[in-house]
């Protein structure tokens, strides 16, 4: 799969915004994980097979939207009032789902995407 930064100006401003895009034949239950520097890998937004919607982690709920398109079978995480703690890197996955307060996957990872917010 395809990642890369659709909108937004990276490195970005405390408050700041951006988007990224995910594109992948198996597109449907892509879940998004990023990985702090010196940190393990975190997964922040994936699919809830039970109920259907997106689970966020809490560090993420309210400024983070993941939104799917179809047609191009891609996915989007709309990342809105970023914080100098979002940088990272950030990969997309396929084949993620919720599991309890954490989010797990089993298919393949994008190449990456570096995210740095400026204070």
């Known amino acids: 799969q395809e990642q890369r930064v659709e909108s937004g100006e990276n490195p970005a401003q405390a408050g700041g915004s951006l988007r990224l895009s995910c594109t992948a034949s198996?597109?449907?239950?892509i879940g998004w994980f990023r990985q702090a520097p010196g940190s393990q890998r975190e997964g922040i937004s994936c699919?809830?097979?039970?109920?259907?919607?997106?689970y966020y982690t809490d560090s993420v709920k309210g400024r983070f939207t993941s939104i799917r398109d179809n047609g191009k079978k891609t996915i989007y995480l709309e990342m809105n009032d970023l914080r100098p703690e979002d940088t990272g890197t950030y990969f997309c996955a396929t084949d993620s789902w919720r599991a309890g307060d954490e989010c797990r996957m089993s298919g393949d990872w994008g190449q990456g995407t570096q995210v740095t917010v400026a204070s």
């Open positions: 699919l809830d097979l039970t109920s259907g919607y997106t």
């Open positions: 198996d597109y449907y239950a």
